[in-house]
């Protein structure tokens, strides 16, 4: 089981756009088995102060350790998917 | 032209950065509640700027900050900072925040990103502490991260507007030389320096082998500023910001107090000793007794009772207090009951400006009123004539506003100096009063003679004098010039006791005319006596004569009466 957690800021473009990338690959490779938690850095500051998060948007890659962080729109797929070990596996 | 920094409006619209010298600068501070943007290459001292200004805001203004560092990590930051004396854990605690935001090596970064995270962590932290004040550290190393130009300009100006809308007084940090220059962009991020309100630039350059740190504001929106280049010092208690002078405060204090100069005779010769707070500049060849003058003055300085300092940049402390012991001027024991400080400054490296640092901290820390520097000419020595001739300009400038009697010594050149009679730093334009020392061989000997060259606002003696050490003291002696020549040494001397005994002869001479003169007036008196006496007596003689003259007659006439009565032959005759 993969599990993501995502910062965002509001509604800002990009962090719309790693929603939507993040979702589009999770679809596409880790069908049935993944967790999103969506956290808003301006709903939550103090979650977003905990993890230490400066850009948004963030994604954190939980589980499977190890712990895994990319910063952006997510994109770059073939990088994402390579960063958080996606890559083997979906093969 | 005074810049009113006591004027409430003013005030309340400028943030004290509590730098020294900063402040004066800009009248007042930073813009409050703006964006100010620090620009330098590295090792100018950014990082320090702003976080002085923090420390400062927060223990002596009551405004506490938040440090955003993004290049060096925070811990690292506040461990150098403690060597400046600062008490960052006792601030740490609720006044001063660092927050590290470097960009972690090991960070995967996929297409663009924005600061909102932070933006919403700060606001956070912001709130918790009452933060006024906020410093972004390197600020250049996150904006690189960012795919293009387009991104950058946008996450700066989300940040500026971020700022605003929270009021908070803001410094920006960046390296310049940092992001790539383009077209439309010649200087890198060259867009911030027209958000900003306030730009300044540090450059740290070395001139002839000796560093030199320059402060310049560049812009300040609603201001007026000091346009020049500053030099400034990072010392013992950070940064330190040379200005030229305090504006509205110099001319205030003036006084009509002298003080003495430690000789007698040079005290009269200035009318009084020199004025409270003026510069002495006392120039002179090698051993010309510059070093036992400026003794002479510290010495009297203590007897007063004030606290003095004396820089030496010859010789160590303790051998310039045996030195001087052998003139007569005993400098120990106000050493030992801490009125007098001797500083060596062979100790003292680095640029002029940092020379007049450092003295200057050690004479605030002294408390001294008189301050004696020797020779200040050595300042010039490091670094370029230019820059000394503005240390010494501040110097003078500084001493005067802290009421400091400050008397320094030049060495000049003997060839150059005695002929241009000034010294390198052009310090004599300046000084109050000039005392020229030089020698004068003549006979085989080599005296020393002294000169007041100007003295402001006094009136002073035109003489040269022999300046005469001995192991009793300073003492100043009239010199005698005879047929153009100027006599001094054993020729003066030979010359005053050849005076002597000219002078006794004359005064033997004098009593012996005077008492052959008596003799002949007692003499004169006598004869004078014995012609009266002799006149008196012909006098009476002369009334003898005429009586005996007259009594004859009469008893002549009555004897021929009676004859003619006695012969009867004759008729008596009638009347």
Known sequence: MYKFRLFVAADTLNSAQAASNLNALCKAHLAGRHEIEVIDVFKDPKRALAEGIRMTPTLLKLAPGPVRRIVGTLADVARVMQTLGLDADAA | ?575
Not at chain 2, 7 to 31: M, N, Y
Not at chain 2, 102 to 116: I, N
Not at chain 2, 128 to 152: C, E, N, S
Not at chain 2, 212 to 231: A, H, I, T
Request: net charge positive; aromatic share 6%.
């Open chain 2, 1 to 575: 032209m005074k810049l009113e920094r006591s004027s409430p409006v003013t005030a309340s619209r400028k943030s004290p950065s509590g730098i020294l010298g900063f402040d004066e600068i800009t009248g007042g501070g930073l813009p409050r509640g703006r964006t100010t943007l620090v620009a330098g290459g590295p090792g100018c001292g950014k990082t320090i700027f702003g976080l002085q200004f923090l420390v400062n805001g927060a223990r002596d203004f009551g405004e506490p900050g938040i440090f955003v560092a993004f290049e060096e990590e925070s811990r690292r930051i506040a461990a150098n900072a403690e060597s400046f004396g600062w008490r960052l854990p006792q601030l740490r605690r609720s006044k001063l925040l660092f927050i590290d935001a470097q960009p972690k090596p090991d960070l995967m970064q996929s297409g663009d990103f924005d600061l909102c995270g932070m933006l919403a962590g700060l606001a956070l932290q912001a709130k918790q502490i009452k933060a006024r004040r906020i410093v972004f550290d390197a600020l250049d190393m996150m904006l690189a991260l960012l795919p293009d130009l387009a991104a950058r300009r946008r996450e700066v100006y989300r940040l500026h507007d971020w700022l605003m809308a929270r009021e908070l007084t803001c410094i920006f940090t960046l390296k310049s030389g940092a992001g790539e220059p383009t077209f439309t962009s010649p200087q890198p991020y060259g867009f911030m320096q027209f958000m900003v309100d306030c730009s300044l630039i540090l450059s740290h350059s070395v001139v002839l082998g000796v560093s030199q740190r320059n402060l310049r504001v560049q812009k300040y929106r609603g201001s007026s500023f000091d346009e020049n280049e500053s030099p400034f010092v990072i010392g013992d208690s950070g940064f330190n910001v040379a200005i030229s002078r305090i504006l509205g405060q110099l001319d205030a204090k003036v006084t009509q107090e002298r003080v003495s100069s430690g000789v007698k005779r040079l005290d009269t010769m200035l009318g009084g000793g020199y004025y409270r707070a003026a510069t002495v500049l006392i120039t002179g060849v090698p051993g010309t007794a510059k070093t036992t003058l400026s003794g002479a003055f510290a010495e009297a300085a203590c007897r007063r009772g004030e606290r003095t300092m004396m820089v030496s940049f010859d010789s160590d402390g303790s051998e310039v207090i045996r030195n001087l012991t052998s003139v007569g001027i005993k400098l120990e024991r106000f050493v030992n009951s801490g009125l007098l400080r001797v500083v060596s400054a062979r100790t003292i490296t680095g640029s002029a400006e940092a020379c007049l640092v450092r003295i200057k901290a050690l004479a605030v820390a002294h408390r001294a009123r008189c301050l004696v520097i020797d020779p200040v000419s050595a300042i010039s020595n490091s670094g370029s004539e230019v820059r000394a001739h503005g240390v010494a300009e501040r110097l003078i400038d500084w001493s005067k506003s802290d009421r400091i009697t400050l008397v320094c010594t030049s060495l000049l050149n003997e060839i150059e100096g005695q002929a241009v009679g000034d010294s390198s730093l052009h310090i004599s334009t300046l000084a109050d009063t000039w005392i020229h020392l030089n020698y004068l061989v003549q006979a085989g000997e080599r005296n020393r003679g002294m000169s007041i060259i100007k003295s402001r606002g006094t009136a002073h003696s035109n003489q040269v004098r022999e300046l005469i050490l001995s192991n009793t003291g300073v003492t100043l002696a009239d010199i005698f010039t005879a047929g153009g020549e100027v006599l001094m040494g054993t020729m003066r001397w030979e010359k005053e006791s050849a005076e002597r005994v000219a002078k006794e002869v004359a005064e033997v001479a004098g009593k012996l005319k005077l008492v052959t003169l008596d003799a002949q007036q007692a003499e004169l008196q006598v004869q004078l006596k014995a012609v009266q006496t002799e006149l008196v007596a012909k006098q009476v003689e002369k009334t003898l004569l005429a009586s005996t003259t007259a009594s004859r007659k009469a008893v002549t006439l009555r004897g021929s009466v009676r004859m003619r009565e006695l012969r009867g032959g004759d008729a008596p005759r009638r009347k």
